[in-house]
């Protein structure tokens, strides 16, 4: 279940952020996993972590090419005071442009709600969907895909989506930046929830 290329046995996420890293080589959504756990009881800041999604999709349940070589991962949020999901969605939307500007000194910006451009491409979206109960938020889960070692893209997509392979002329560290980002959403989501 768990994939060599993260290596979070135990992860440093599960160590220093009380969280649990759920690793699959390969998922139809890491959003529809992550629903299903938190369904099942999964605690708050539990990730579900996806080499390639088979059915990946975003906003208004557009499709979203998940191949291996990309980061695609979905947190179960914490119960919080912020019901409106485009608050969540660009709460994530400025933690990915700030560690990749962080990381590579690379300007992004975002496109509202939920994308993340660089060099007029999209390299990540966000996806934050809520499970409601009667009138109550039962949980919130915050899907992630971020374009990272991909090396090419279809024809279609081509002109319009990047990764950071692409535009560094490098590989970079899944890893390193899953556990900065979801240190990142961690910290902003305290300080707003207050």
Partial sequence: M????YDLRPSILDIRHRM???SFPELGSTNIKAKELAAKGAKPWTVVLAGSQTNGYGKDKRGWFSPKGGLYFSI?????????LQTLTILAAFVVAKT????????TFIKLPN?????????????TENIIAGKK???????IGLDT?????????EDIATSLKIELKKEVSDKELLEKMIKGIK????????
């Fill in 20 to 22: 649990s890293i759920k």
């Fill in 115 to 127: 994308d993340v451009w660089m060099n007029n491409k999209k390299v990540a979206g966000i996806l």
């Fill in 187 to 194: 910290k902003q989501l305290s300080v707003i929830s207050q």
């Fill in 2 to 5: 768990v994939e060599d290329r």
């Fill in 149 to 157: 070692n991909i090396e090419k893209f279809p024809k279609e997509l």
């Fill in 137 to 143: 938020i039962k949980y919130s889960v915050m899907g």
């Fill in 76 to 84: 179960i949020l914490p119960e919080t005071n912020i019901g409106d």
């Fill in 100 to 107: 990749i500007m962080e990381e590579f000194g690379q300007q």
